[in-house]
């Protein structure tokens, strides 16, 4: 469909303007998918033969997506910003306007030199890299990206503007038509976000509501904070556990906020975990202070956890506690359990990286040679949250076009939009991480695989997963491209415990807290908690 600007109305310009920037955006892609295709079939005479070179070139294509990108944003500023006031009065006063441009351009400028940054470090990695190592790398990486775009339907980057379109004719025609209003008001208002936040934003994060299940801080030491959630007064559990049951320590991550375990009521774990009789913590590391260069990950498991269950034990007077950890919150978890066996009667690991990615995009970016972990935290002193969040972006980008298509066509689809919005603010409110606790967690972790051999030493003392003896649950994801089997695979005697279950879920890294297609994956985890410690 081709949107008309005939009458010059500010809606339709809007319309035209981003119906552009997504073209724009689908075509650059698939010239890079083309890249990588070439690149592919012709391995032996590129990539194989002169990986250095090859590494050269395509960051030299980086710098020039770049800066395409930075020229496409300010075209969506200046014309969100000239057209945006006629058909949003009241929404945002006169004088926020006139800020907005030198807001969104300071914010996206700096964001393009971080990422600029990272990028010369990894040519300059990739120049002293072993050729032939680099040159398996590229390959994993086109393979992947092909196997992607196989994967895909054709339509996968066709927009459908035309309800959108079809709701401003009947708006600006005076129709009192509910429903179109809604899907203009919501057009507008994530137009707002995104000229207010960044071009990843759809959501307003103070408008936007989630984590519901209510809770109490209970403990609190700097800035780690200990919550015990419960069912709101009055509910009951459907299924009481055991007498006995050892209370629940989660353990989220370290880049995102936790309530992606606590979205909305019906697509909460926590709020399962709940109704299914557990009592239940979670323990919160809050914001990075800038430059902050003295939290090292040693912190997080002591005092950190060990301050978390030393509460949880004297609140409660169980001995033992129960750990769930998700992502990084796993490596955590499984690294306080290898320090203080003792204390954990179960343990739950889900989509954890236990080591570096054999292959792919993942593998890439997180490999030594060409990922400069020192130059970013000496530079910054911590690992800048959407530093994070744009490289998982430029990493895949197809997956911000397939949003942006989903966004468009169900504005007016309110089942589909009452979950939108939350996780579109979970992912994007991102948090700085500790520069010293990502150094050595890329280096235990990624570089130099220590983590999974059991040489992690926590405050000097050695913290070997072959001393964890309570039962084991750790669950991968098919669809998981950011930790793949086998790299969230629990080796065979990784772990010293009789009682080790493997459980491979149909779903993709986040998908699992959210997709009710995955629902009964939370009832297996909330019964191997239910079966209580070891005996």
């Known amino acids: 469909m081709t949107v008309s600007d005939d009458q010059g109305n500010p809606s339709q310009k809007l319309i035209s303007l981003w119906t552009e920037a997504a073209r724009?955006?689908?075509?650059?892609?698939?010239?890079?998918?083309?890249?990588a295709a070439q690149a592919q079939r012709?391995?032996?005479?590129?990539a194989s033969a002169d990986p250095q070179e090859y590494s050269r070139q395509l960051a030299e294509q980086w710098q020039?997506?770049?800066?395409?990108?930075?020229?496409?944003?300010?075209?969506?500023?200046?014309?969100?910003?000239?057209?945006?006031?006629?058909?949003?009065?009241?929404?945002?006063?006169?004088?926020?306007?006139?800020?907005?441009?030198?807001?969104?351009?300071?914010?996206?400028?700096?964001?393009?030199?971080?990422?600029?940054?990272?990028?010369?470090?990894?040519?300059?990695?990739?120049?002293?890299?072993?050729?032939?190592?680099?040159?398996?790398?590229?390959?994993?990486?086109?393979?992947?990206?092909l196997r992607d775009l196989e994967a895909m339907p054709d339509d996968v980057f066709v927009v459908d503007l035309q309800?959108?379109?079809?709701?401003?004719?009947?708006?600006?025609?005076?129709?009192?038509?509910?429903?179109?209003?809604?899907?203009?008001?919501?057009?507008?208002?994530?137009?707002?976000v995104k000229a207010q936040r960044g071009g990843e934003?759809?959501?307003?994060?103070?408008?936007?509501?989630?984590?519901?299940?209510?809770?109490?801080?209970?403990?609190?030491e700097g800035r780690f904070q200990l919550f015990r959630y419960h069912l709101p007064e009055g509910v009951e559990p459907t299924s009481p556990a055991p007498e006995g049951t050892p209370p629940v320590l989660i353990v989220y991550s370290v880049i995102n906020k936790p309530y992606i375990l606590d979205l909305l009521p019906g697509y909460s774990f926590l709020e399962h975990l709940l109704d299914q009789g557990h009592d239940v913590y979670l323990v919160e590391?809050?914001?990075?202070?800038?430059?902050?260069?003295?939290?090292?990950?040693?912190?997080?498991?002591d005092p950190g956890i060990r301050g978390c269950v030393a509460a949880i034990q004297e609140r409660t007077g169980a001995e033992q506690v129960s750990l769930f950890g998700h992502c990084i919150g796993g490596n955590l978890a499984l690294l306080y359990a290898a320090r203080y066996p003792e204390d954990v009667a179960r343990l739950i690991t889900l989509t954890v990286p236990m080591t570096s990615a054999s292959g792919g995009v993942v593998a890439l970016w997180t490999d030594e040679a060409l990922f400069?972990?020192?130059?970013?935290?000496?530079?910054?002193?911590l690992m800048p949250a959407k530093?994070?969040?744009?490289?998982?972006?430029?990493i895949k980008p197809y997956y911000e076009v397939m949003k942006w298509k989903m966004f468009l066509e169900n504005l007016g689809n309110d089942q589909v939009m009452a979950l939108f919005y939350p996780v579109d603010r979970w992912a994007n409110e991102n948090v700085d991480i500790p520069g010293e606790f990502f150094r050595k967690f890329v280096r235990e972790v990624f570089h130099e695989d220590r983590f999974r051999e059991g040489k992690t030493r926590i405050h000097g003392e050695i913290a070997d997963p072959k001393d964890i003896t309570c039962p084991v649950m750790n669950l991968t994801a098919t669809k998981d491209w950011i930790v793949p089997s086998p790299s969230g695979d629990l080796p065979e005697g990784m772990v010293g415990s009789e009682d080790v279950r493997h459980v491979e879920i149909d779903g993709a890294h986040v998908g699992i807290m959210v997709d009710p297609r995955t629902r009964p994956i939370w009832t297996t985890m909330s019964d191997f908690l239910r079966e209580g410690p070891a005996e």
């Open 372 to 381: 400069p972990v020192d130059a970013v935290v000496d530079t910054y002193g």
């Open 24 to 35: 724009g955006y689908t075509d650059a892609m698939q010239s890079f998918w083309e890249q």
């Open 285 to 301: 590391w809050g914001e990075a202070v800038p430059g902050d260069r003295e939290t090292t990950l040693d912190q997080y498991i």
């Open 201 to 220: 934003y759809y959501a307003d994060p103070e408008a936007t509501a989630v984590g519901q299940t209510p809770r109490e801080l209970v403990h609190e």
């Open 42 to 46: 012709q391995q032996a005479d590129q």
């Open 64 to 145: 020039a997506g770049l800066a395409q990108l930075s020229t496409m944003q300010a075209g969506f500023v200046e014309g969100l910003l000239k057209d945006l006031p006629e058909v949003a009065a009241g929404r945002v006063d006169a004088q926020t306007f006139s800020q907005l441009r030198r807001v969104a351009e300071t914010r996206w400028e700096e964001e393009l030199r971080r990422l600029s940054e990272v990028s010369v470090g990894a040519t300059d990695g990739a120049q002293q890299a072993d050729p032939t190592h680099l040159a398996h790398l590229w390959e994993e990486m086109c393979a992947e990206y």
């Open 163 to 192: 309800p959108l379109s079809d709701a401003w004719a009947k708006v600006l025609a005076g129709s009192e038509d509910a429903g179109a209003r809604k899907v203009v008001d919501r057009f507008l208002d994530s137009m707002v």
């Open 387 to 394: 530093l994070i969040r744009y490289t998982f972006m430029a």
